[in-house]
């Protein structure tokens, strides 16, 4: 991270400021085992928190007072206004949906200041949609020095726990995805692309948390495959210095666990002769695997030999025997591939970091070493102004969360600031931006888990309205609804009729994948071919959004199911959630299921099953997203 990062707006004046970062290698303080650089960091996190409330003003003042001509503020009223009450009073609270055609005027190619005066540099693709595309999030180059920021924080608070981190390496698997451009020229690519290609991380300094494995042109690869494979060989090479592995979501380290088990005897034929395999092509990656890659046939020897067991059991503490712990997000729906990460890791540690999204960079977890069931994230005041709107469950078996879409005006004042949120309830995330959001709903569900001196500490609870997901997809019950309306059309012609139906994210397989049990009723006598079941599970494919649709594509998502259950099956599913308290008034049937008795259950009444029997389409999205927007 360059120095001049370092320094935040909206916490200048009379609160501690962090100095710029130090050099690894700096002096430590006398009697202390942490350098400067790391005790500075722990000091601007003790600052912000303790003074989080003025933090947040200032943050709040200064991102209206550098935007108070915009079009966007003065469209509303708020007439140059910077105190937080005019604020909160005069704005409303929006979702994506109510600044969508200011985003299109930008992706078109109108520079004025709409939402912000700092140009905007680029957009941020989100893995939430809208309309069944990826939602496009504006951003300013001041905000890479802000995310940079919240990276140099992870280092210094892991190493309270971890001490030595220093001393190795990380084997992080990191890739870009496509980017694209607006029809006004401006890039669109997702938040870690965007970070990766910047000289923040290209051209960094020496940091012992970003000691890569990976040399950068293997983790700039555009090819997954070589991207993957010379990530993972320079991993294998080096895998007495990696004290520590991850990747971005646990979904992307169990697929990097996966594709050594598919490769690992062509990469122990590269380590025995100090050569690189002929697929991997590009030349500046092959370059860099050299640099790395020398012929080791002991080394070789010893990968042969652990990957030919037929257990897989611990590979990463076998193959690389230092590792301290595995640095992925576990939280929300990656929490279901937790009992995968133990298997292969002999229950290392799972540590998750970081909350971050394209809207914003939010903060960190101070306890990295807690269970993955008790993570809990302290947001960081100097990041954006932050607000809470109170979340209230219904009270049906399903416990679903109540959450609309527009709020009235008793709603919108329901708004809590960071400090005045309570321990134990439940609120989606509000979030106003440098880079021009304001009062823009995230869609994350928190709960106030404690505080650090007075800034709240939260558990990721889930995203709203999300029933299914493996990977970056998030579909929701709406959609789910709405493919599978698509579906039944194949059964009409044997006047056959859906009965009932729910859905279960299966990620006992690698990659994981969407199934759907169907409950039919057949009034017909003629057989319904399995062609037909297998043209409604890719016609459900087709009828989901381009997120689910692309990582079907690339192979983070398996082929969709769908399990033809007996008749009755959702009948005993009622007469079970009743066994359990469940409220025969008020039951309704879930439209995904995750209790491991209740899959067991609909799983033990499966007469037949179907696959999809290809990829759905999927092209790029954002210029399908603006190719209609363009007058």
């Given at each position: 991270m360059c120095r001049e990062s370092a320094r935040l707006p909206g916490i200048a004046g009379k609160f501690p400021v962090p100095k710029a970062p130090r050099e690894e290698g700096d002096d430590p303080e006398p009697g202390s085992r942490f350098p400067m650089y790391e005790i500075e960091k722990l000091e601007f996190i003790e600052d912000v928190t303790k003074n989080a409330d003025e933090v947040q003003k200032r943050v709040l003042a200064e991102i209206l007072s550098r935007n108070a001509h915009v079009e966007y503020l003065n469209r509303h009223g708020l007439n140059g206004h910077t105190d937080r009450d005019t604020f909160k009073k005069i704005m409303p609270v929006i979702t994506y949906e109510d600044i969508l055609p200011d985003i299109?005027?930008?992706?078109?190619?109108?520079?004025?200041?709409?939402?912000?005066?700092?140009?905007?540099?680029?957009?941020?693709?989100?893995?939430?949609?809208?309309?069944?595309?990826?939602?496009?999030?504006?951003?300013?180059?001041?905000?890479?020095?802000?995310?940079?920021?919240?990276?140099?924080?992870?280092?210094?608070v892991m190493s309270q726990f971890v001490p030595g981190l220093d001393k190795g390496k990380g084997m992080y698997f990191l890739f870009i995805k496509c980017e694209t451009k607006t029809p006004g020229g401006l890039l669109a690519r997702p938040v870690l692309t965007s970070y990766y290609k910047s000289p923040h991380f290209k051209e960094r300094p020496f940091d012992p948390y970003t000691n890569y494995t990976s040399p950068n042109e293997t983790i700039l690869c555009q090819d997954s495959y070589q991207s993957m494979y010379s990530q993972m060989l320079c991993g294998l090479c080096q895998n007495n210095e990696v004290l520590r592995v991850g990747a971005v979501f646990a979904s992307g380290f169990i697929r990097a666990i996966r594709f050594l088990e598919k490769h690992w005897a062509l990469l122990c034929h590269d380590i025995r002769t100090g050569t690189v395999n002929p697929l991997i092509t590009d030349p500046t990656v092959r370059d860099a695997v050299m640099r790395v890659l020398k012929p080791d046939p002991d080394l070789a020897g010893f990968i042969e030999s652990e990957c030919g067991k037929d257990s897989w059991q611990g590979i990463i503490t076998r193959l690389w025997p230092n590792t301290k712990y595995i640095d992925v997000i576990v939280t929300g729906t990656m929490s279901q591939y937790i009992p995968t990460l133990d298997y292969y890791s002999n229950g290392l540690p799972l540590v998750c970091t970081m909350y971050a999204s394209s809207e914003c960079f939010f903060g960190v977890n101070l306890n990295p070493l807690c269970?993955?069931?008790?993570?809990?994230?302290?947001?960081?005041?100097?990041?954006?102004?932050?607000?809470?709107?109170?979340?209230?469950?219904?009270?049906?078996?399903?416990?679903?969360?109540?959450?609309?879409?527009?709020?009235?005006?008793?709603?919108?004042?329901?708004?809590?600031?960071?400090?005045?949120?309570?321990?134990?309830?439940?609120?989606?995330?509000?979030?106003?931006?440098?880079?021009?959001?304001?009062?823009?709903?995230?869609?994350?569900?928190?709960?106030?888990?404690?505080?650090?001196?007075?800034?709240?500490?939260?558990?990721?609870?889930?995203?709203?309205?999300?029933?299914?997901?493996?990977?970056?997809?998030?579909?929701?019950?709406?959609?789910?609804?709405?493919?599978?309306?698509?579906?039944?059309?194949?059964?009409?012609?044997?006047?056959?009729?859906?009965?009932?139906?729910?859905?279960?994210?299966?990620?006992?397989?690698?990659?994981?994948?969407?199934v759907l049990y169907w409950e039919l009723t057949q009034n017909g006598s003629i057989q319904i071919p399995p062609s037909v079941f297998e043209d409604c599970c890719l016609t459900i494919e087709e009828s989901l959004d381009s997120v689910y649709r692309q990582n079907r594509v690339f192979d983070a998502i398996g082929p969709l199911e769908i399990k033809i259950v007996e008749a009755g099956t959702f009948d005993k599913l009622m007469d079970y959630a009743i066994s359990l308290g469940a409220s025969i008034n008020q039951y309704k049937t879930p439209r995904c299921v995750k209790f491991a008795p209740i899959v067991e259950l609909l799983n033990s009444r499966v007469v037949e099953s179907f696959f999809s029997p290809k990829c759905p389409k999927w092209t790029s999205p954002a210029l399908k997203q603006w190719s209609n927007n363009i007058n």
């Open positions: 299109n005027r930008i992706a078109n190619g109108d520079m004025s200041p709409i939402l912000c005066s700092e140009p905007i540099s680029e957009f941020l693709t989100s893995s939430g949609t809208s309309g069944g595309e990826r939602k496009v999030m504006p951003t300013i180059e001041e905000e890479l020095g802000r995310r940079s920021l919240l990276y140099s924080l992870l280092m210094p269970k993955p069931s008790d993570v809990c994230y302290t947001l960081i005041p100097s990041m954006g102004y932050f607000e809470f709107l109170p979340v209230h469950r219904n009270n049906g078996v399903n416990s679903s969360i109540d959450m609309p879409k527009s709020l009235n005006e008793k709603e919108q004042q329901e708004l809590v600031d960071l400090v005045d949120v309570k321990l134990g309830q439940e609120y989606e995330l509000v979030v106003t931006t440098y880079a021009g959001l304001y009062r823009y709903r995230v869609g994350d569900v928190l709960r106030v888990a404690g505080f650090k001196n007075n800034a709240p500490q939260f558990n990721f609870i889930c995203r709203k309205n999300v029933v299914l997901s493996i990977d970056t997809d998030k579909t929701d019950e709406v959609e789910l609804q709405n493919a599978v309306k698509n579906a039944i059309g194949h059964l009409m012609p044997f006047d056959t009729r859906l009965t009932e139906y729910t859905s279960y994210a299966d990620t006992t397989t690698i990659p994981g994948h969407y």
